[in-house]
């Protein structure tokens, strides 16, 4: 499974489905729906990370700049990082264009192969294409 910050940013979002009714408890359900999700949060995780380390060897003057103003390390570093992780989610949000043409029908046919019923392999095409930030 992913790392921390990955299984917090499915965890809600999951508990949220369920709690709501929108999924079932089903394993044949919660399983793809949870990778969707935590498929999601690792790009994401991913992407911010590398962005924040190449943004951090490349305007290492400015965080120099920082600390020398006062700034404690992780002020310092985060002034520079929380930029580089807000792009992190320019793929997922590029790829909600597409959704119904590439996204959704691999988790329609996915949930069918897996034995749900139309209806519910639906349910998780909806939800999968809204759940997307």
Request: aromatic letters at 0%; hydrophobic letters at 50%.
């Amino acid at each position: 499974m992913g790392g921390g910050a990955d299984r917090a940013g499915t965890a809600p979002v999951l508990a949220l489905l369920a709690a709501t009714g929108v999924i079932d408890m089903d394993a044949i359900v919660v399983i793809p729906v949870a990778g969707i999700l935590l498929g999601g949060c690792m790009t994401a995780t991913a992407l911010a990370g590398r962005r924040a380390v190449d943004e951090l060897e490349q305007r290492r003057g400015e965080v120099e700049a920082a600390l020398a103003l006062g700034l404690l390390p992780r002020d310092a570093a985060l002034e520079i990082c929380r930029p580089a992780a807000s792009q992190a989610l320019v793929p997922a949000l590029d790829q909600t264009r597409t959704v119904g043409l590439v996204t959704l029908p691999g988790s329609f046919v996915g949930m069918l192969l897996g034995g749900a019923s139309p209806i519910e392999a639906g349910v998780v095409q909806l939800v999968h294409g809204r759940r997307r930030p």
